[in-house]
């Protein structure tokens, strides 16, 4: 099993000096009910705070102010108006889905149809609610995009058919492969599994990451690497090795690590090892 150093933080590239907003891609973040727009707003902060060029959350309008006093940088999309945010994913390179999501009726009709509309070229995240929407409705996924997977170990359980008890690395690989998709299986010793390739642990975190809202963020986090810097499975890694390093860093002299904190310590990180 590969093990997810500092040398993954290779993918992290200084900036251009020509470099505009465009530079840095289009990210959608779609989730956030009328319960859950905490959670949607921990991923997009993530997105934003890690670089992407542009940031649009598509979420319930009762969320509007929420976002825009919690992350101004992030512009607003209603959920409820289905063809102006398929507007908004067709011209994106990222579209993160599921955190807050919930499995309401419209939930599911805003995850078949981005399923239906993503094209070549496109990532999509796919993390919390539209995982367990994709197993109670046995969707298949896009054959057109790259799709990245953020479960924790009972969403993993739901999407690939592998109990918990037996989530041993090789399944868990020979079930990324089936899928084809990049897996973040998230634990304490998170592992990222993509096709044709070695198994790699996460070698760095912490207990007090063990809080709501750590997976939101490391979705928002992940898209926002994807959008700058690609979107293979070692920009994947670096992603997963950001948000569990800066949260060891800040454990040092905190009992719990929220996730704010994190997604506020990434701009300082990323510089720290930008080559």
Avoid at 264 to 273: G, L, S
Wanted: glycine content about 8%; overall charge neutral.
């Amino acid at each position: 099993m590969q093990k997810i150093t500092n040398d993954i933080l290779k993918i992290i590239k200084k900036r251009p000096a020509n470099s505009y907003k465009g530079t840095f891609g289009r990210i959608v973040l779609i989730g956030g009910n009328q319960n859950f727009g905490g959670a949607i707003m921990m991923a997009t902060m993530a997105a934003v705070y890690s670089g992407a060029g542009l940031v649009t959350a598509v979420t319930d309008k009762s969320n509007q102010s929420s976002l825009h006093s919690h992350t101004p940088e992030a512009m607003f999309q209603d959920i409820d108006d289905l063809d102006a945010v398929m507007k908004l994913v067709s011209q994106a390179n990222v579209v993160v889905i599921g955190p807050g999501l919930g499995t309401e009726p419209r939930s599911v009709s805003v995850l078949k149809e981005l399923f239906n509309q993503v094209k070549t070229g496109q990532t999509l995240v796919i993390d919390g609610s539209a995982l367990t929407i994709v197993a109670e409705q046995k969707l298949s996924l896009p054959t057109n995009s790259t799709n990245v997977l953020t479960p924790h170990q009972m969403e993993w359980q739901r999407v690939s058919g592998i109990e918990i008890k037996n989530q041993s690395p090789e399944l868990n690989q020979a079930a990324a492969e089936r899928l084809n998709v990049i897996a973040v299986v998230k634990s304490s010793r998170t592992e990222v599994c993509s096709p044709h390739q070695e198994v790699a642990e996460n070698t760095v975190g912490t207990p007090a990451q063990a809080t709501g809202g750590m997976g939101d963020t490391l979705a928002g986090l992940v898209g926002g690497f994807i959008c700058q810097f690609g979107n293979q499975a070692d920009v994947v890694k670096a992603a997963v090795y950001t948000h569990s390093a800066i949260a060891e860093q800040l454990a040092k002299t905190q009992y719990v690590v929220l996730p704010h904190q994190i997604s506020q310590a990434i701009p300082e990180f990323m510089k720290k090892n930008e080559h």
